[in-house]
């Protein structure tokens, strides 16, 4: 079921000019490929490309033995800002993907009260997203996320308006649902602690492609010294 991503010279940018050229990478199904690059470096370009929902310069990403053309809810994205629908309850913004998936309401209404269970929401399902504060409109942006049992969950910065602490626990609930899920993730941050922490690998983005891949190895534990994967990093930063 998981999904393997694969980027064959792709080519991304905009009608201003080219932002990434020629990139080769494959993401193995059920990894964690986090993607850390300094601001304008294209990481959220990337993610778009891979969302489906920014068309190739040149080349191809393919998802499984499929060309990337537009959208599919195989692919499920998670934004920094909240993309959750302002006048929809909790609990019916969870039941988004479900509907489109087609399940009948029963359903969707159990699925959804699980996931936001899962990530630690119950009793606020029929809130409306602005009477929530930004971590917890976060958890039901992944709550929503995978509750659509994507193969691969695409992350742009989600806890990066977060504060220190609020991020931690959601760093901690973010490896917690995925030990249970086998999607592929695909994480963009500009913190490389964040990085070494959810990673199973780490691409930096720079000068138009990708200046190196790091692997890090399991397991993953906020206690584990990551001095000198750290210093690999930031150097090509
Ligand atoms: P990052 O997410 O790494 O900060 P982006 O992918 O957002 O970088 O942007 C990469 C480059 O593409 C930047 O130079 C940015 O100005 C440009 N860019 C991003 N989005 C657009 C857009 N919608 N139209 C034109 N240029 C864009
Ligand atoms: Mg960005």
Redesign the pocket.
Known sequence: MTLGITLESLSLG?A?GP?LNGIDLTIRPGEVLVIV?A???????LLRALAGLLPAHGGRALAGDEEITGASRERAMVFQDDGLLPWRTVRRNVELPLRLRGLPRGERKAVAREWLARVGLEGHEDRLPRELSGGMRQRVQLARALAGAPRAVLMDEPFGALDAQTRAGMQALLLDVLRDTRATVVFVTHDVDEALLLADRVVVLGHGGIRTIVDVPGPRDPAADRTALRAQILEEL
Request: proline residues 0%; hydrophobic residues 10%.
């Open positions: 905009y201003r932002v690059g601001s304008g470096s294209g990481k959220s370009t």
